[in-house]
T-cell receptor
Framework: GQNIDQPTEMTATEGAIVQINCTYQTSGFNGLFWYQQHAGEAPTFLSYNVLDGLEEKGRFSSFLSRSKGYSYLLLKELQMKDSASYLCAVRGGFSGGYQKVTFGTGTKLQVIP | SQTIHQWPATLVQPVGSPLSLECTVEGTSNPNLYWYRQAAGRGLQLLFYSVGIGQISSEVPQNLSASRPQDRQFILSSKKLLLSDSGFYLC???????????FGAGTRLSVL
């Protein structure tokens, strides 16, 4: 099966930088995703990593190390609107010919003034 | 561009009543489609996925079922709702090499 671990909650200050870590265990790794989910809303896609290294997209960056089973999401210049849950998801393993995506339980980030 | 529509946004149903949630995707053909449930403060649980018309795979045994009568339509149903069926139901679609999943707005179901 697949296992994903990420911190339950984090707090950071407006304007600062925060790093949200995710560790995973899976067979047949084929991609890692980060989503943002505001309270009461659906998740929205942030980033995708399949090769080792850093992917940058504006204030958000995501890093992957496949050998370590590790990823992080880096948020720069934090804004109050960044307060949300951040979900790490991994695609791997096979179920009926389909590679399943498993979601972590999410890290709830609170941005304070 | 592609869009995904999911309705209704909220639903309150009595125990034992039937359920039908609908999801449609626009702007693409032959997408992979998914139904998830998210209980309060919990992670996303994959319920069903479909790679084509009439092709449904179930991840978790339950009293829910899914159907895909048309290429871009995915329906979640139940004949008799249980209290434990309450939750936030999300439909998603994906396609292509990266197979990134994009979610609908969700349906918040309360079974009383």
């Amino acid at each position: 099966g697949q296992n994903i671990d990420q911190p339950t909650e984090m707090t950071a200050t407006e304007g600062a930088i925060v790093q949200i870590n995710c560790t995973y265990q899976t067979s047949g790794f084929n991609g890692l995703f980060w989503y943002q989910q505001h309270a009461g809303e659906a998740p929205t896609f942030l980033s995708y990593n399949v090769l080792d290294g850093l992917e940058e997209k504006g204030r958000f960056s995501s890093f992957l190390s496949r050998s370590k089973g590790y990823s992080y999401l880096l948020l720069k210049e934090l804004q109050m609107k960044d307060s949300a849950s951040y979900l790490c998801a991994v695609r791997g393993g096979f179920s009926g010919g389909y590679q399943k995506v498993t979601f972590g339980t999410g890290t709830k980030l609170q941005v304070i003034p | 561009s592609q869009t995904i529509h999911q309705w209704p946004a909220t639903l309150v149903q009595p125990v034992g009543s039937p359920l039908s949630l609908e999801c449609t995707v626009e702007g693409t053909s032959n997408p992979n489609l998914y139904w998830y449930r998210q209980a309060a403060g919990r992670g996303l649980q994959l319920l069903f996925y479909s790679v084509g018309i009439g092709q449904i795979s179930s991840e978790v045994p339950q009293n829910l079922s899914a159907s895909r009568p048309q290429d871009r339509q995915f329906i979640l149903s139940s004949k008799k709702l249980l209290l434990s069926d309450s939750g936030f139901y999300l439909c998603a679609w994906s396609k292509g090499l990266k197979d990134i999943q994009y979610f609908g707005a969700g349906t918040r179901l309360s079974v009383l």
